[in-house]
């Protein structure tokens, strides 16, 4: 089945430094990757949705400045954490849907998850 | 907009017992159904998935069934193991949008 491969897993770095988390497809296409932001015991809040070659769209109340997303490749999408606060720490977790073929259509394309970055700053 | 509500948890439960964990869903047009598990320190894993009405989806003794009249797409199993204790998400996803989730129900079965 897709795999999507998430990295790092997990990341403990000090306040003010930027952290680069990667979300890759492994084995298909992914025309649009999703960012997900999970508390301890809360539910996933996305966070943007980025399509590739094109800018990502944030969901109200997401700083673009603070997470900056770039999905350069049909294969490669990335989170960068900047000046990160011990506020910032979370578990983020991305997903990717590829392009439907034939008859399938776009919209019923599943979202294939990563493991999650569990980000802790100090 | 679209959201999603299950049930609030824990649930615990003896093995062998029957599970049932409700969702229900507000929604514009015609969404796909879909729950998911997440197992201690891990990602998401996709547990079935409905797109039309009256579709039942199943996998792993899981099973939901799409149900248009009631907004809902509750998951059932007739017998847990131990090895189901997770928690389970239940989303929705309209045409080309993202997964919307519900807030998630932790399930603990014991031995």
């Known amino acids: 089945g897709a795999v999507v491969s998430q990295h790092p897993s997990w990341v403990i770095c000090k306040s003010g430094t930027s952290v680069k988390i990667e979300c890759r497809s492994l084995?298909?296409?992914?025309?649009?990757m999703f960012w997900y932001r999970q508390f301890p015991k809360q539910s996933l809040m996305l966070m943007a949705t980025?399509?590739?070659?094109?800018?990502?769209?944030?969901e109200q109340g997401v700083e673009k400045d603070k997470f900056l997303i770039n999905h350069a490749s049909l294969t490669l999408s990335t989170l960068t954490v900047t000046s990160a606060h011990p506020e910032d720490s979370s578990f983020y977790i991305c997903?990717?849907?590829?392009?439907?073929?034939?008859?399938?259509?776009?919209?019923?394309?599943?979202?294939?998850f990563g493991d999650g970055t569990r980000l802790s700053i100090l | 907009g679209n959201s999603v509500t299950q049930m609030e948890g824990p649930v615990t439960l003896s093995e062998e017992a029957f599970l049932t964990i409700n969702c229900t869903y507000t929604?514009?047009?015609?969404?796909?159904l879909f729950w998911y598990v997440q197992y201690p320190g891990e990602g998401l894993q996709l547990l079935l998935k409905a797109t039309k009405a009256d579709d039942k989806g199943s996998n792993k003794g899981f099973e939901a069934t799409y149900r248009k009249e009631t907004t809902s797409f509750h998951l059932e199993k007739g017998s847990v193991q131990v090895s189901d204790s997770a928690v389970y998400f239940c989303a929705l996803s309209g045409a080309g949008t993202a997964l919307i989730f519900g807030k998630g129900t932790t399930l603990s079965v014991s031995s």
């Open positions: 997903s990717a849907r590829g392009r439907g073929q034939g008859l399938t259509t776009y919209s019923n394309q599943p979202q294939h």
């Open positions: 929604a514009t047009g015609y969404p796909s």
């Open positions: 084995d298909f296409q992914a025309t649009t």
């Open positions: 980025s399509n590739e070659g094109s800018k990502a769209t944030y």
